[in-house]
């Protein structure tokens, strides 16, 4: 059910978009580019409730510029806490919202700092359940498309995402493997399953898989676990070209959304076999 107070700016019910028999959900399709939206309709909207003033996160950055747009909508100050290393196009859009942007070499532990001051609440996702219950909504939209779903490749960062589409499906008539994808630099969860690639040094493309610990980790593996999925390792050069193939079929999004194709051909490699796969395209391209 639809919150009748919920801050929104529009998003979700995103383009589901078949080519070649993989299915590809157009999160980059919602208001700030990015899936994120769906979970900060609903943070922002509770801490708005609850009259909460100042909010802080830190972020990669599509997280800081979703969660910025909702919090001027709702009249709510936010601080960011970034790495210096912050995608460049990122940070631009950051620094003309409505919001104070902090660069951190340690943005995680100073912005979790700056909320323990006072009334300042910390948006971190992996740790609001709120999150969790906007990303179910991705899983509904997949349902009720009525394409049979038999398999979910999406990118993880802090897993908070794949728990919420995890969650959507439980309920639903679909058992679905659920795969996590992450890169060969940052993959403290897929590491777990996937053994089969290079070890690299080099700064990954998909710039926004950082999260190297996360509190719902243990969650996040049994619940790969529980569904039949895996998790992939994907290196820089089979992103590159995923993101050539998708970008050939009009579909323009992130370093990540592309990694969730090369893990569905990495999976194919290893015989897993779907009829209607689903690849989850997280973000916009910058």
């Known amino acids: 059910m639809i919150r009748q107070d919920l801050i929104t700016l529009g998003e979700g019910n995103t383009p589901l978009v078949e080519v070649n028999g993989i299915y590809f959900k157009c999160e980059f399709k919602n208001p700030t580019g990015s899936h994120k939206d769906r979970a900060f309709a609903l943070q922002v909207s509770n801490i708005k409730e609850k009259g909460i003033k100042k909010a802080v996160i830190s972020s990669s950055g599509n997280a800081a510029i979703s969660a910025a747009n909702y919090c001027k909508l709702a009249g709510i100050a936010l601080t960011v806490f970034v790495s210096p290393h912050i995608n460049k196009k990122k940070l631009q859009i950051l620094e003309n919202l409505d919001c104070v942007v902090i660069k951190s070499n340690r943005p995680v532990s100073d912005s979790i700092k700056y909320a323990q001051k006072g009334e300042i609440y910390n948006l971190r996702q992996s740790t609001d359940i709120n999150a969790v ?22 990118p993880v960062s802090s897993g908070t995402t794949l728990i919420g589409i995890a969650n959507g499906f439980k309920n639903s008539k679909y058992k679905i493997p659920v795969h996590a994808v992450q890169t060969d630099l940052v993959h403290p969860i897929t590491g777990i399953f996937d053994k089969d690639f290079p070890k690299s040094d080099e700064k990954s493309m998909a710039d926004a898989i950082v999260a190297r610990y996360t509190p719902r980790e243990a969650e996040v593996v049994n619940m790969i676990k529980q569904t039949g999925g895996w998790g992939w390792v994907i290196t820089n050069e089979e992103m590159e070209k995923g993101r050539v193939w998708l970008y050939s079929h009009d579909l323009d999004c992130s370093y990540e959304g592309a ?7 990495k999976a194919t490699k290893y015989g897993y076999i779907y009829a209607h796969p689903v690849c ?3 973000g916009k391209f910058y």
């Open 133 to 154: 219950i906007g990303y179910e909504s991705i899983a509904s939209e997949i349902i009720d498309s009525k394409i049979s779903p038999d398999a979910i490749f999406l």
């Open 259 to 265: 990694a969730t194709l090369a893990a569905l051909w």
């Open 280 to 282: 989850i395209l997280t």
